[in-house]
């Protein structure tokens, strides 16, 4: 029986707003005086995601925690700007990143974090995300219904690295085949806590993976509560 449910922040329980690419178009003009066209965005930006995922996955241990580090200056590098990679990432990285007025939540976090109280199912979070993660659940008033948040800036640990997952289930006291983790990243969500053992289902809210069709897919986090064996 589920005891822990795990889930991701960024994409699952908060979206940026009004959608990531306008948001990073945005603010890299801002910041560089670069004009970027959605598309050249989305195409740069699913390259460095994917880079730096595969390189977080071959992390060993806590030493090695270095792989979404230089994720916004890769970004910008890709993108032709000349100046100072490292501030204008920086900027970039807690401009957008670390400001909760720049997501939304999204409408099912509520009523399933709800519906899990009301089961005596306890939610945390396990994030690829810096210390400011504090404040989105302060932000959007969901503190209060989160057991645990593992942050990797903290923990040192990155998704999809198995670490982080089994520091979940110590904090938690829970064995893996009792913890049900959710994501949007196929990588760092479904595989990550696949492989560390937990059972895990795919938050597809826009019906990105449809061709995948051997993993467990969701398009909304009320749909959970098939997968808890309640």
């Not at 970039?92 to 099912?108: A, G, H, M």
């Not at 057991?147 to 923990?155: A, G, P």
């Not at 969500?189 to 895990?200: E, H, I, R, V």
């Not at 938050?203 to 309640?230: H, T």
């Amino acid at each position: 029986m589920i005891k822990v449910v795990f889930f991701d922040a960024i994409d699952t329980l908060f979206r940026p707003y009004p959608d990531k690419i306008s948001l990073y178009r945005a603010k890299i003009h801002e910041i560089t005086n670069l004009d970027i066209s959605a598309e050249e965005m989305i195409k740069v930006w699913e390259i460095i995601i994917d880079k730096t995922e595969r390189a977080a996955s071959k992390e060993v241990g806590v030493n090695d925690y270095n792989a979404w580090d230089k994720f916004n200056q890769e970004i910008l590098s890709i993108l032709g700007y000349k100046g100072d990679l490292s501030i204008a990432g920086e900027r970039l990285l807690y401009e957008v990143w670390s400001n909760p007025e720049n997501f939304r939540l999204f409408e099912d976090v509520i009523p399933t974090l709800n519906h899990l109280s009301e089961l005596k199912i306890l939610a945390s979070c396990i994030s690829n995300e810096n210390k400011s993660l504090y404040n989105f659940f302060d932000h959007f008033n969901i503190r209060k219904y989160f057991h645990n948040l593992i942050i990797s800036e903290e923990v040192k640990i990155e998704k999809p690295n198995p670490l982080i997952f089994k520091r979940g289930l110590e904090l938690e006291v829970i064995q893996p085949n009792e913890a049900l983790h959710v994501g949007d990243s196929l990588l760092s969500d479904y595989y990550g806590a696949k492989n560390a053992g937990l059972k895990t289902v795919l938050l597809d809210r826009n019906n990105k993976f449809r061709e995948n069709i051997d993993i467990i897919k969701i398009n909304s986090l009320d749909q959970i509560f098939d997968y808890l064996e309640v």
